[in-house]
């Protein structure tokens, strides 16, 4: 038996085995997967794929930081005899606000469907 294992960032959708006329000179299967996409992704033609800290003003850093810190005091503790609902609603509030917090402070950096990721300034 051979376990095939994708992995993704992002739900998929379809995952299939290719029939045999896709050979790959070995005893591995081709796999075919399809994710699924936002639609304001799919209009745009660009996703949000992080911020550009390193080029933080030491100003913006510290905003992001007394921002974190104004949202984070509200919240209550998780402790020991806490609910796996609770849990889970907290790393939903956090994976929100994480990324709201550099939302208002960092540049987004993007990637546009045509963009060349390989290149960089030593290239140029």
Known sequence: MVIDLTL?????VRWTILAD?????SNHD????????DRQEEEDHERVVGWNLAAMREEDAEAAEKLWMELAK?????DAVCTEDRVEQEAAWCQEEMS???DSTAKKLRICAREK????????
């Open 30 to 37: 081709v796999i075919e997967w399809e994710e699924g996409v």
């Open 117 to 124: 990721r390989w290149w960089n300034a030593d290239i140029k």
């Open 100 to 102: 709201s917090v550099p």
């Open 74 to 78: 509200e919240r209550p503790q998780l």
């Open 8 to 12: 993704a960032n992002r739900p998929i």
């Open 21 to 25: 006329d896709h050979t790959t000179g």
